[in-house]
């Protein structure tokens, strides 16, 4: 997980509003239990 969070965090820099982002980090967060992950997964279910 730790490849693809830093990856798209890097993503969501540049691009903030980057829907599929967002939830794909959410989805990542998640998975390595990370303490962003509801923070996150609000923000996917948000738009």
Known sequence: FDKAIA???????????????ICLLADAYSGAQNPKAPEMLKRCEAK
Request: proline share 7%; charged share 35%.
């Open 7 to 21: 990856r798209l965090e890097k993503i969501l820099t540049s691009e903030p509003n980057n829907q599929r982002a």
